[in-house]
């Protein structure tokens, strides 16, 4: 069976082995190929190292998928099985030993995050529908968030934040299946944490679909309906902010907090995407009446080469000060750099939020055989290492980074907005 039927197969009855999904994906994802080397902690995992693992909880998804689960079909079943496979993709990367307590265990901190991260670029080599892609990566980089909201006792807000990620819903079997796939003394417990937090889920309206958002935009429509689509955003943008982070309770408390923003404001757009994504590109194309802040150009300018990486404190001080020029002035500007870095980025966040700027993530997410060709086409080319180095470092950005969170596809479409009041609508970008 050839590769693209192998993964349409997933969508209806497919139920592969561990052994047969890395001959299949093995390719795209070379970690697969380390999990039977990457050893668990004995006392979480007794089954043994990852690739017994995964291998159990396919195993268990599988059988949730005949059974309690079974309404769950098509895409969401496809990107529920990638999922599984690919939730622990990381713990070849993460994975070492520390003393805890005076007792030395194994511990893999971080590795949803890095495995979203790992696989945002490489899991578009499959051609997969963008839906069944946001499904996966969340699954990914979510699926230990479940338990964590329930044992820190985390308020409505968190659980809203989850859903803009990922499906709570698909969340919770992921999780169930990866708690019955392995071995461990305290089993009952973890599931009964699964259980509250399917409770939560649906007590705060997010099980199936983020109703809350929907409810919010009703609501919010009579007070704006008159206002700029850039002003509406911000609005609404802030206001849901302000919802999730549990600083006001009622839709009145939040307008009357954003009143002042109808008297203007800046927007900052930073841009992420590994070198030769087209970042410049679509500026050109799609905001060209944006002041650009743009590292690269900075670079020629100080070092009078763009590829010169010395100087960087004298570069990034001084497009910080042009940024705030540009925010005293509530101008429209662009961060134009790769923001591979979630400190990197969320430093200039911190300073347009200091602003109160509205702040939109522009998230350019091409395929990794899409990057290395176009990255041999522009102007000013990168060497394949160093590219190759960005696509293993990266860190994914996520929605509640900024206000807004568009995600721009290979073509220079935005397929996925959020944070905005009409996330069909994206300020004139087509």
């Known amino acids: 069976m050839n590769r693209r039927s192998w993964l349409q197969s997933l969508a209806l009855d497919g139920t592969p082995s561990i052994d047969e999904c890395i001959d299949q994906l093995g390719d795209t994802f070379p970690l697969l190929h380390q ?30 998928l005949e059974s309690e689960a079974c309404h769950i079909q098509g ?38 995050a890095m495995g979203r991260s790992y696989i945002a670029h490489r899991i578009l080599n499959l051609e997969l529908p963008n839906e069944v892609v946001d499904l996966v990566m969340g699954l990914v980089g979510e699926h230990h968030r479940p338990k964590l909201l329930v044992i820190k006792q985390m308020e409505r807000g968190e659980y809203w934040k989850l859903a803009r990620k990922a499906s709570p819903e698909l969340l919770y079997w992921l999780e ?16 009964d944490l699964l259980e509250q937090f399917r409770l939560f889920s649906e007590e ?6 983020h109703l809350p958002l929907e409810q919010l935009r009703c609501d919010l429509e009579s007070h704006v309906e008159n206002l700029q689509p850039s002003v509406r955003d911000m609005i609404f943008a802030r206001i849901m902010r302000d919802f999730e982070e549990g600083d006001i309770s009622t839709l009145e408390e939040g307008i009357a907090r954003t009143y002042s923003l109808r008297s203007g404001f800046s927007e900052v757009y930073i841009l992420y995407g590994p070198s030769g994504s087209g970042k410049s590109s679509w500026i050109k194309r799609f905001l060209p009446d944006c002041e650009v802040i743009s590292l690269d150009e900075l670079r020629e300018e100080i070092n009078s080469d763009r590829s010169d990486q010395s ?61 290395f060709a176009d990255n041999k086409n522009r102007p000013h080319p990168v060497p394949e290492e160093i590219l190759r180095k960005q696509l293993d470092q990266l860190e994914w950005p996520v929605p509640e980074e900024a206000h807004r969170y568009w995600i721009v596809d290979g073509e220079g479409q935005v397929r996925k907005l959020s944070g905005g009041f009409c996330e069909d609508r994206h300020d004139g970008v087509h």
């Open 75 to 112: 895409e969401k079943r496809q990107a529920l099985v990638l999922g599984a496979l690919l939730h622990d993709i990381a713990k070849p990367l993460t994975t070492r030993r520390r003393e805890v307590k005076g007792i030395e265990r194994v511990i893999a901190t971080g590795h949803e």
């Open 311 to 371: 100087n960087l404190s004298q570069i990034l001080n001084t497009a910080r000060e042009r940024l705030k020029v540009c925010l005293r002035a509530k101008k429209k500007v662009i961060w134009d750099a790769t923001n591979l870095r979630e400190d990197f980025r969320q430093r200039i966040c911190r300073v347009a939020f200091d602003y109160h700027a509205f702040v939109t993530m522009v998230v350019i997410h091409k395929s990794e055989l899409q990057l």
């Open 35 to 64: 999990f039977k080397a990457t050893e668990q902690d004995p006392q979480w995992h007794a089954e043994g190292d990852v690739h017994i693992h995964t291998g159990m909880v396919l195993t268990e998804l599988y059988q949730l």
């Open 176 to 191: 169930i299946a990866d708690m019955r796939g392995r071995i461990c003394e305290d089993l009952n417990v973890q599931i």
């Open 204 to 209: 705060y309206e997010v099980w199936n679909s």
